[in-house]
């Protein structure tokens, strides 16, 4: 079965970095598009920043110039560096893959790992 594990949440100070890393297993994990998404309580879950099978990426306007997000296939692992953070970044940041099997499409999520800017 897919596994994604978050890891590297935590409470920062605004202006501060912060990066999380997530491990995948169960999958072949280069074959297939990843990313980051997060989630404010009451909100919908959204996406902050994405990169493909084929290295292509995409962040949202508001971490443009802020975050990187990159992945390392020969360990499984997906990462989102995080800079300059702002307290609007606060939420539940959960990572995603998605995988195409007997011609479907499905989509696999992490647990979560909270992160928290504040004074």
């Known amino acids: 079965q897919v596994q994604l594990v978050e890891s590297g949440g935590g409470l920062v100070q605004p202006g501060e970095s912060l990066t999380l890393s997530c491990r995948a297993s169960g999958v072949i994990f280069g074959l297939h598009n990843v990313g980051w998404y997060r989630q404010v309580p009451g909100q919908q879950r959204e996406l902050v920043a994405s990169?493909?099978?084929?290295?292509?990426?995409f962040y949202r306007d508001s971490v443009k110039g802020r975050f990187t997000i990159s992945r390392d296939n020969a360990k499984s692992t997906l990462y989102l560096e995080m800079n300059s953070l702002k307290p609007e970044d606060t939420a539940a940041y959960y990572c995603?893959?998605?995988?195409?099997?007997?011609?479907?499409?499905?989509?696999?999520w992490g647990q979560g790992t909270q992160v928290t800017i504040s004074s």
């Open positions: 995603n893959i998605e995988v195409i099997m007997s011609g479907r499409r499905e989509e696999y």
């Open positions: 990169v493909s099978a084929v290295h292509r990426t």
